[in-house]
């Protein structure tokens, strides 16, 4: 019995080694020609090993010129979050940018403890919207816009490539 549980966790272990995030799918099953590493890097930056579904939403390709724009959801012990990935190639230029919204049933002073601690406080976009920056990195920039009520929310974050 003992050797059987031995192998079932050893090729549980081995299939989940040689897995493939989504985003390298995508790559694959779109032919995405450019910005491969910068998209790869970002998606595993973000994704990591939670669970996520991910959706192609747009493609081009003409001549020098390349986008994609990949949306989709991602899972955490405590909630869901909507996630997008883009990608633009033009003269051989890559930007690379992703975007992540989810909703937390606590009031924004709560939040910006937990999520923004050791954010930068950037300035307000009106009452209810406050804006952060990542001390170490300014290309991540973060939301908290607040509900009417107070009893709720929402989270931005943003981060692209330099």
Not at 88 to 110: G, L, M, R, W
Not at 119 to 136: A, E, M, P, Y
């Amino acid at each position: 019995m003992k050797h059987k549980l031995f192998i079932a966790a050893l090729l549980l272990t081995s299939t989940q080694v040689v897995a493939k995030n989504s985003i390298e799918t995508i790559i694959e099953k779109y032919n995405v020609k450019n910005c491969h590493s910068e998209l790869k890097t970002m998606a595993e930056d973000v994704i990591g090993s939670k669970k996520h579904r991910l959706l192609v939403s747009n493609q081009t390709s003409k001549n020098e010129f390349e986008t994609l724009l990949v949306t989709g959801v991602l899972e955490y012990k405590d909630r869901q979050s909507h996630i997008t990935f883009s990608m633009s190639h033009s003269d051989q230029h890559c930007e690379v940018t992703y975007k992540e919204s989810f909703a937390v049933k606590n009031p924004c002073i709560v939040v910006r403890e937990e999520v923004f601690k050791k954010w930068l406080f950037k300035g307000k976009l009106n009452d209810h919207t406050h804006v952060f920056s990542h001390k170490r990195d300014e290309n991540f920039v973060g939301y908290m816009t607040s509900t009417k009520d107070g009893s709720y929310c929402l989270v931005s974050r943003q981060k692209k490539t330099s």
